[in-house]
């Protein structure tokens, strides 16, 4: 009798441990999902936002950003578009492609006085530095 309640034991021990669900790592447990380069211009496109227009700089008082980091074709984005025609063709693009963390600046506005500030304003952001120039 002992032997059968310890073996019917065991076996209900068996079975309680595989019903168990299966312990997973903190790291596991976030899939990130995100290529770098979205991850890459989720950052730029932050900074861009917090330092060219929630700060309201009168520098990039006439363009509105229109955010495109949801792409489907692997090229996150954002563009900068003229304040009062939001339908306009795009005078700034920023955007990544594919699983890299290169950032590509393109645009009329490039070619502008204010394409220089960009430029740096970009690199830094890129690299992981999301403070603001504090030339205009």
Same mark, same amino acid.
């Given at each position: 009798? *002992? ?6 034991? &065991? &076996? ?9 669900? %299966? @312990? @997973? ?9 995100? #290529? =770098?380069?979205?991850?890459?211009? %989720?950052?730029? =496109? &932050?900074?861009?936002? @917090?330092?060219?227009? !929630? +700060?309201?700089?009168? !520098?990039?008082?006439?363009? /509105?950003?229109?955010? %495109?980091? *949801?792409?489907? +074709? ?8 003229? $304040?009062?025609?939001?339908?306009? /063709? ?5 955007? $990544? ?14 070619? %502008?006085?204010?394409?220089?500030? &960009?430029? +740096? ?5 890129? =690299?992981?530095?999301?403070?603001? #120039? +504090? =030339?205009?």
């Amino acid at each position: 009798m *002992n032997r059968f309640l310890l073996a019917t034991s &065991i &076996i209900a021990l068996g079975v309680l441990a595989g019903c168990q669900s %299966e @312990k @997973k790592s903190p790291a596991s447990q976030v899939p990130s999902g995100k #290529s =770098a380069s979205l991850r890459t211009m %989720e950052q730029v =496109a &932050i900074a861009a936002h @917090k330092c060219w227009f !929630a +700060s309201k700089d009168p !520098a990039f008082r006439a363009y /509105r950003m229109a955010n %495109e980091l *949801n792409s489907f +074709s692997g090229t996150p984005r954002f563009l900068l578009v003229p $304040a009062k025609d939001y339908g306009a /063709r795009p005078l700034l693009v920023v955007q $990544a492609q594919g699983n890299s963390s290169r950032v590509d600046v393109f645009g009329p506005l490039m070619n %502008e006085s204010l394409g220089s500030r &960009i430029n +740096s304003d970009v690199g830094r952001w890129r =690299a992981g530095d999301n403070s603001c #120039s +504090s =030339a205009a």
